[in-house]
């Protein structure tokens, strides 16, 4: 019970600096100056820009679109029809995912691990058709049962004998 206490009155302070930190954080941060924008466009000058060091000149430009307009109004051949069309409608809905399936792999998609082992192993190290590991496994199991049976079998005989010698002898705890 006094450790809990003494931890308690220890973990007090610390949470309430902890708390404190955490609550005047904004607040400092706040407080500091920050140059504003205004004082930063006053301290650089205000330049316009000058059209003739860029090497262009705005009076070709306006006299070529006023020649451009001119020629659109008045128009190169009499046979040459302007129309103006403006539509009005509802677009149809497109449905980008239609016939699209949503589960499953990803068609053309990338390797799967399976793929990618059968193309990095060679056809000499791969694993063979047949399950040698499992016939092993199966075999060793086999052979323990027929050692267990003759075992058992041997320890019946044994038993039956000495009973019909009359000696008084537990049961044997195999079963066949």
């Not at 399936?101 to 694993?127: I, Q």
């Amino acid at each position: 019970m006094r450790r809990v206490a003494a931890s308690n009155i220890v973990m007090k302070p610390v949470t309430t600096v902890v708390l404190v930190a955490i609550l005047a954080g904004p607040v400092l941060a706040s407080a500091q100056e920050r140059p504003s924008t205004s004082t930063a466009r006053s301290a650089a000058p205000a330049e316009s820009v000058d059209a003739s060091k860029l090497g262009v000149s705005l009076s070709r430009i306006r006299r070529e679109l006023r020649q451009a307009d001119e020629k659109e109004q008045t128009g190169d051949s009499p046979l040459k029809l302007q129309f103006t069309v403006e539509v009005f409608g509802t677009a149809p809905r497109i449905d980008l995912l239609d016939n699209f399936p949503l589960t499953g792999p990803v068609p053309y998609g990338g390797p799967t691990h399976g793929e990618v082992l059968d193309f990095l192993t060679p056809k000499e190290f791969r694993s063979p058709v047949f399950p040698i590991s499992a016939l092993t496994y199966w075999a060793a199991q086999q052979l323990w049962n027929r050692n267990k049976k003759q075992q058992c079998e041997q320890e019946l005989a044994e038993y039956k004998q000495l009973v019909m010698q009359g000696v008084a002898v537990a049961a044997p705890r195999c079963t066949q």
